[in-house]
């Protein structure tokens, strides 16, 4: 994916996978901001990352984000990352998702999208949730293979969540939602030693829509290890929240170039009000 990212300019798409650097081809995906409070006391940790002696383990790591009972999230990656990651006093602890600010309703031409039932300053964290998932920007051709087994690490509802999700890339099945949803995320930031940019996949974040001029913006809290969509102007009641798809860099295009990487990366021609609605019938476009 690509969608836009306040820290990290360069958002995912495609995602990476621990294991030998000699091993299997790999493929990649573009991507899709902070308050914050003193967090409580940690909780006991795991002494590694949650892993099973099935073949899949072999070549990717797994570890789950919030309580061992019922985890929100999986974070697949290189070993040594989990090992940085079990040390954070947050990777065990539920967080309880904060969306009051903003309503999933339906949006004439676009499905469903955010809403803010009332009016939002700027600033104002409008969702605050943990990913669903989140993977390196590259991943090996044996990983993806085996990507609809991974995620059956995820509880159900979790599980159900992220197949619910729109999916611009039907062939590559679980993985075609990741690429059309997720975020690039400065996961790593605090860790000495992280490697790689990875990608994300929020339940509610992933939910917001395009624009080239957008009102939001998605920033990766590494405090509490969710992530944060924020207001980046004073919003009216009733208008649809909308996040860049696209990178600082990629805003600064030609119209009809902004839309041919939309094209090609999620299948939609942009209609905001950069774009214009005269040029719903092509990819053309003004250098606005």
Not at 127 to 151: A, S
Not at 188 to 214: K, L, V
Request: charged share 25%.
């Amino acid at each position: 994916m690509r969608r836009g990212f306040l820290v990290r300019p360069r958002p995912a798409r495609e995602c990476v996978t621990q294991g030998p650097t000699t091993g299997p081809a790999s493929t990649s995906s573009p991507s899709k901001q902070k308050l914050s409070s003193s967090p409580p006391p940690p909780s006991p940790r795991r002494s590694k990352p949650f892993e099973e002696a099935d073949p899949i383990h072999r070549s990717v790591s797994l570890l789950p984000l919030g309580a061992s009972s019922s985890p929100e999230g999986l974070v697949i990656s290189f070993r040594s990352n989990l090992e940085l990651l079990l040390a954070h006093p947050w990777v065990d602890r539920a967080f309880l998702r904060q969306c009051e600010a903003v309503e999933l309703r339906a949006v004439e031409g676009k499905g469903l999208g955010l809403v803010v039932p009332r009016e939002v300053g700027e600033g104002e964290v409008l969702v605050r949730e943990r990913p669903l998932l989140v993977i390196p920007e590259v991943v090996r051709t044996d990983v993806l293979q085996q990507f609809e087994q991974l995620l059956e690490h995820l509880p159900l509802g979790r599980r159900q969540a992220f197949g619910g999700m729109h999916n611009v890339h039907p062939t590559e099945g679980a993985f075609g939602v990741h690429r059309t949803n997720c975020v690039g995320l400065d996961f790593g930031s605090g860790m000495d030693g992280w490697r790689g940019a990875h990608a994300g996949t929020f339940e509610w974040i992933g939910r917001a829509n395009h624009s080239c001029a957008p009102g939001a913006v998605v920033a990766w809290d590494g405090e509490t290890l969710t992530g944060r969509l924020v207001a980046l102007r004073p919003m009216s009641e009733g208008e649809e929240v909308r996040i860049s798809y696209l990178s600082p860099g990629e805003l600064r295009l030609p119209t009809a170039e902004r839309r041919r990487l939309l094209w090609e990366d999620y299948r939609f021609v942009c209609e905001c009000e950069r774009c214009g609605s005269a040029y719903t019938n092509g990819l053309g476009g003004d250098a606005s």
